[in-house]
T-cell receptor, first 113, second 112 residues
Framework: EPEVTQTPSHQVTQMGQEVILRCVPI?????FYWYRQILGQKVEFLVS????????KSEIFDDQFSVERPDGSNFTLKIRSTKLEDSAMYFC???????????FGPGTRLTVT | QKEVEQNSGPLSVPEGAIASLNCTYS??????FFWYRQYSGKSPELIMS????GDKEDGRFTAQLNKASQYVSLLIRDSQPSDSATYLC????????????FGQGTILTVHP
C-alpha cells in the first residue's frame, strides 16, 4: 500500500540553524501539505502546495519557512533560522485532489536547543 | 476564525461497547469532514471521510454528518483495547485549498 515517507525521523538542531525536512508523497497524488503539532497541542496547518506553487499558507508560515519540490518525488520544508518554539512534530501529507482524503507521513520530530 | 471543537475526554468505555465521539464546527460552508486516529507519538491515521449528510459505515466505524447542526460524529462498535487512542476530527473549511482544521482530539480508552 502506498504511503507517505519522511526523513529524518528525528532532527536535533541549535537555535538559528537551518533545517530541511524531507517528504516523499504518494506517487499519484498532486496536492502536498505540511502540518505541525507542538507537544500536547492541536495539529496545525502550515502550507499547501500544488502545481509547484504554494496554494495557501497559515500565519505560522512566515518568511523563515519555505517549501520546494526539487524533483518529481521529493517535497521539502526548510526553516531558515530555527527558534526554540519551532520544536514540534512536522507532518507531511498528500492527497489526490484538493478535497480528497489526506494521508499523513510518520512525521519528523524537530528539537531546537 | 473557523474552529473545530471536540470534547477532549478522556472517554472510557468497556471492551465490546460502542464509543461515541463528537465534533462541532463553526464554518457552515465546510464540505469535507475526516476522522483520524492518533496513537501517542505517532502521526494521524485516516479512519473515515464523509462529505454528505447522513451515515457512512466502514466495518466497525460509522461516521455521521449533520450539516444543519454543524455536527459530525464517529461511532466505534465492539470497541477493542487497540482502539485506545486520540481521535481527531478534521474539517476542510470553505475557501481553503485543502487546508484541514483539526479539533484538539478526544482521548479514548477501552478497558478490558
Amino acid at each position: 500500500e502506498p504511503e507517505v515517507t519522511q526523513t529524518p525521523s528525528h532532527q536535533v538542531t541549535q537555535m538559528g540553524q537551518e533545517v530541511i525536512l524531507r517528504c516523499v508523497p504518494i506517487s499519484n497524488h498532486l496536492y502536498f501539505y505540511w502540518y505541525r503539532q507542538i507537544l500536547g497541542q492541536k495539529v496545525e496547518f502550515l502550507v499547501s502546495f500544488y502545481n509547484n506553487e504554494i496554494s495557501e499558507k497559515s500565519e505560522i508560515f512566515d518568511d523563515q519557512f519555505s517549501v520546494e519540490r526539487p524533483d518529481g518525488s521529493n517535497f521539502t520544508l526548510k526553516i531558515r533560522s530555527t527558534k526554540l518554539e519551532d520544536s514540534a512534530m512536522y507532518f507531511c501529507a498528500s492527497s489526490e485532489q484538493e478535497h480528497y482524503e489526506q494521508y499523513f507521513g510518520p512525521g519528523t520530530r524537530l528539537t531546537v536547543t | 476564525q473557523k474552529e473545530v471543537e471536540q470534547n477532549s475526554g478522556p472517554l472510557s468505555v468497556p471492551e465490546g461497547a460502542i464509543a461515541s465521539l463528537n465534533c462541532t464546527y463553526s464554518d457552515r460552508g465546510s464540505q469535507s469532514f475526516f476522522w483520524y486516529r492518533q496513537y501517542s507519538g505517532k502521526s494521524p491515521e485516516l479512519i473515515m471521510s464523509i462529505y454528505s449528510n447522513g451515515d457512512k459505515e466502514d466495518g466497525r466505524f460509522t461516521a455521521q454528518l449533520n450539516k444543519a447542526s454543524q455536527y459530525v460524529s464517529l461511532l466505534i462498535r465492539d470497541s477493542q483495547p487497540s482502539d485506545s487512542a486520540t481521535y481527531l476530527c478534521a474539517v476542510k473549511t470553505s475557501g481553503s485549498y485543502g487546508k484541514l482544521t483539526f479539533g484538539q482530539g478526544t482521548i479514548l480508552t477501552v478497558h478490558p
